[in-house]
């Protein structure tokens, strides 16, 4: 994630997409996260090539403390004592999905995708995250967060909506799938968890 700054092209009148850098936290977070909002397939068609995982893993942390403090008045400070573990266990869930998502695009398609830029797709597409404590958001944020991953499959990599669909799609079946199962085994164990 790269510091561009904002500038008129001169053939369109439009501006250019801003990305996040730790380095310049109070000139580009709050741009950055404008121009996703506002264009994300622009915003992933133009972001620059990751080399390093430092500036998203910054930008994913930002989304976390502000999960963690949004859902203060809804789980008083649950989630604010719980940071470090949310933190971490976010960071290595991000790097699994990006790796996931990196062998999943250079398997099935023509395109390549490294590592490092899937964890930039999927660092600035947990934006909508943030808001996920708040109840009856959760499952709005999470739909907006696939939203934002298909997007960024279709822009950055050059796939086609439904071959970037069936490569997200795929694990969240088969997560919801194991999820029903590892519930109605639980519920059979311990019938009370029934009532």
């Known amino acids: 994630m790269s510091d561009i700054n904002e500038q008129d092209d001169s053939a369109g009148g439009k501006a250019q997409a801003v990305y996040f850098s730790g380095n310049a936290l109070t000139t580009s977070l709050l741009p950055a996260i404008r121009s996703l909002l506002t264009g994300p397939h622009d915003f992933f068609a133009n972001m620059p090539r990751a080399i390093y995982y430092r500036d998203a893993m910054f930008f994913v942390s930002i989304v976390i403390f502000v999960f963690s403090f949004a859902s203060i008045p809804w789980f008083s400070m649950t989630f604010l004592f719980l940071l470090p573990v ?63 991953l298909w997007a960024g499959l279709v822009a950055y990599c050059k796939l086609t909506g439904g071959m970037a669909a069936l490569i997200l799609l795929v694990p969240v079946v088969l997560l919801a799938v194991m999820s029903a199962v590892f519930a109605s085994l639980m519920i059979q164990v311990l019938p009370q968890l029934a009532s």
Do not use: E, H
């Not at 695009?105 to 995250?129: C, E």
């Open 86 to 148: 949310t933190w971490g266990v976010t960071l290595i869930s991000l790097w699994l999905w990006s790796r996931y998502m990196s062998w999943a695009v250079k398997t099935f398609t023509d395109s390549k995708l490294s590592s490092a830029n899937a964890f930039q797709i999927s660092g600035y597409a947990a934006l909508p995250m943030s808001l996920a404590a708040i109840p009856y958001l959760g499952m709005l944020t999470a739909l907006a967060n696939l939203y934002l």
